[in-house]
């Protein structure tokens, strides 16, 4: 049996505890947020719009463009992991 038929193997016997990813640093986000559309938008270059961006990032690019996003309105919320069942589809 080969190496990679083990890990496929394991995987399948072990749940993975997965979170929300950045898609501009690839790194997993420690704690959510919420801003305005409009906000988001503004700060947000075209190409991540429809992409989940951690909070580090987000303040990255509005401190770039100038803009006081936490005084505009923000909510934080914690970010669980999930438990991925051995049966899902992913991974």
């Avoid at 559309?37 to 961006?53: F, N, S």
Wanted: proline share 5%; net charge positive.
């Amino acid at each position: 049996m080969s190496l990679a038929a083990i890990f496929r193997r394991l995987r399948r016997l072990r749940p993975s505890l997965r979170r929300e990813t950045c898609k501009r640093c690839w790194r997993e986000n420690p704690v959510g947020f919420s801003v305005s559309d409009d906000v988001w938008r503004t700060v947000v270059p075209a190409r991540h719009t429809k992409h989940v961006l951690c909070l580090d990032c987000f303040d990255r690019y509005a401190t770039k463009r100038g803009i006081d996003w936490v005084a505009q309105g923000c909510e934080f919320y914690g970010v669980p992991g999930i438990w991925l069942s051995p049966t899902s589809n992913c991974c």
